[in-house]
C-alpha cells in the first residue's frame, strides 16, 4: 500500500505530536525523529495528525487539504455553554412556517462531524421538510398503534385534532445506520444530539421523534414512507422548527445522582 501521508521535511518540528494524537497508533517516529507511517492499513482517516500539526508539514492523500476547516477562536464562555445547555427545552410547539433547507444543510454539516465509533461516519440522514409529508409520517404511525391496540387515549388524542406523534412540526430529521453496525444507536445519538444544539443556537426550536423512531422499527409501511434504506435501521430522530413560545426561565431537574470512586 502507498504510504497517505507526507510529511515535508523541511516544515517538521520533530515534535512528535502527530504520533502522540494519532488514535491508531499508525505514525511513529524514525531514528531522525521525523514521523513515518508504520501501521498503513490502521488508518481510520480522523484527520488528527494534519489537524495538529503547526508547521503544517503533514498531508494525507484520503483527506483533501481544502477539506479541512480553520479552528474558531471566538469559542463561548463557559457560561455561555453552559446557558445554552441547560435553557435547552423540548418544544412541542411550533410555528407554522417552514425551515428553509439552507438551514438544515447547516445543521447536518455540524452533525456529521460529531464522533463516531472509530471515525467510521457510517450514518445515513433523511430530511423531511414538507408539513404534508411530515403529517402523513405521523398518520402511519397512528396506524401502526391503532393495529396493535395501543393507546386508547392517543387514538382520542389524535381524533380530535391533536399530532401527538410529531406536534405538528414543519420538519424532521432521522439518523439512520447499519443495520449490521453495532455501534449506529449510540453514533446517531450523539450526531443528533450535535445537530440539537446547533439548532438550538440558531433559535430553533427541537423535540426527539420517540414515537416515530419506535414505530419506523416495527412498522414497515412508516419505513417506506420514510424510504430508510436497504440494510439500514432508523436509530433516532428530531422534529424541528420556528418556535411559537419563548420559556423564560429554566425548571428545576432531580438531585443529582452520583459516585464518586
Given at each position: 500500500m502507498m504510504n497517505q501521508i507526507t510529511v515535508d521535511r523541511s516544515l517538521c518540528k520533530r515534535d512528535g505530536v502527530c504520533v502522540a494524537v494519532c488514535p491508531s497508533r499508525t505514525l511513529a517516529l524514525n531514528e531522525e525523529g521525523f514521523p513515518e507511517e508504520v501501521l498503513q492499513d490502521k488508518c481510520i482517516l480522523c484527520g488528527h495528525c494534519v489537524a495538529v500539526c503547526a508547521s503544517h508539514a503533514l498531508t494525507h492523500s484520503?483527506?483533501?487539504?481544502?477539506?479541512?476547516?480553520?479552528?474558531?477562536?471566538?469559542?463561548?464562555?463557559?457560561?455561555?455553554?453552559?446557558?445554552?445547555?441547560?435553557?435547552?427545552?423540548?418544544?412541542r410547539t411550533f410555528k407554522d412556517r417552514p425551515v428553509a433547507r439552507e438551514a438544515l444543510e447547516e445543521l447536518l454539516d455540524v452533525a456529521r462531524r460529531a464522533p463516531t465509533a472509530s471515525n467510521s461516519q457510517k450514518l445515513h440522514w433523511i430530511v423531511v421538510g414538507d408539513t404534508a409529508k411530515v403529517h402523513a409520517l405521523s398518520q402511519e404511525s397512528v396506524n401502526w398503534i391503532r393495529s396493535s391496540g395501543n393507546s386508547t387515549a392517543m387514538l382520542e388524542s389524535w381524533k380530535?385534532?391533536?399530532?401527538?406523534?410529531?406536534?405538528?412540526?414543519?420538519?424532521?430529521?432521522?439518523?439512520?445506520?447499519?443495520?449490521?453496525?453495532?455501534?449506529?444507536?449510540?453514533?446517531?445519538?450523539?450526531?443528533?444530539?450535535?445537530?440539537?444544539?446547533?439548532?438550538?443556537?440558531?433559535?430553533?426550536?427541537?423535540?426527539?421523534?420517540?414515537?416515530?423512531?419506535?414505530?419506523?422499527?416495527?412498522?414497515?409501511?412508516?419505513?417506506?414512507?420514510?424510504?430508510?434504506?436497504?440494510?439500514?435501521?432508523?436509530?433516532?430522530?428530531?422534529?424541528?422548527?420556528?418556535?411559537?413560545?419563548?420559556?423564560?426561565?429554566?425548571?428545576?431537574?432531580?438531585p443529582l445522582s452520583v459516585q464518586w470512586n
Open positions: 484520503g483527506l483533501p487539504e481544502e477539506d479541512f476547516l480553520p479552528i474558531s477562536k471566538d469559542l463561548p464562555t463557559p457560561a455561555m455553554m453552559d446557558g445554552l445547555l441547560m435553557s435547552r427545552r423540548s418544544v380530535s385534532g391533536y399530532d401527538f406523534v410529531l406536534r405538528g412540526a414543519p420538519a424532521v430529521v432521522m439518523a439512520c445506520a447499519p443495520v449490521d453496525y453495532d455501534w449506529g444507536k449510540q453514533d446517531c445519538a450523539i450526531a443528533l444530539t450535535f445537530l440539537e444544539l446547533a439548532a438550538e443556537a440558531r433559535g430553533l426550536g427541537v423535540c426527539w421523534a420517540g414515537y416515530l423512531t419506535r414505530v419506523a422499527a416495527v412498522h414497515a409501511p412508516l419505513r417506506q414512507a420514510l424510504s430508510v434504506p436497504e440494510g439500514y435501521v432508523v436509530c433516532g430522530g428530531l422534529m424541528l422548527g420556528e418556535r411559537k413560545y419563548s420559556y423564560r426561565r429554566i425548571p428545576p431537574r432531580k
